[in-house]
């Protein structure tokens, strides 16, 4: 069984994960959540990390 793999474009990961720094840094300068809250809240994404795999066919060289 062939697995299926899951495309996502490399231009709306990177705007999702900027606005997602941009929240935790307004929770912490707001009081909102601790240091250690959002250490907590996103440990639980880093196991998938290693076993993501990256589609580069697309990209090019910025120098």
């Given amino acids: 069984m062939k697995s299926k793999e899951l495309h996502i474009d490399?231009?709306?990961r990177a705007r999702a994960k900027?606005?997602?720094?941009?929240?935790d840094e307004r929770m912490l300068?707001?009081?909102e959540k601790s240091v250690a809250q959002l250490k907590r809240e996103n440990e639980v994404f880093a196991p998938f990390a290693r076993s993501a795999k990256i589609d580069l066919t697309s990209?090019?060289?910025l120098a």
């Fill in 18 to 23: 900027q606005a997602s720094r941009a929240a």
């Fill in 59 to 61: 990209s090019r060289r």
């Fill in 10 to 12: 490399p231009r709306a």
């Fill in 29 to 31: 300068a707001t009081g």
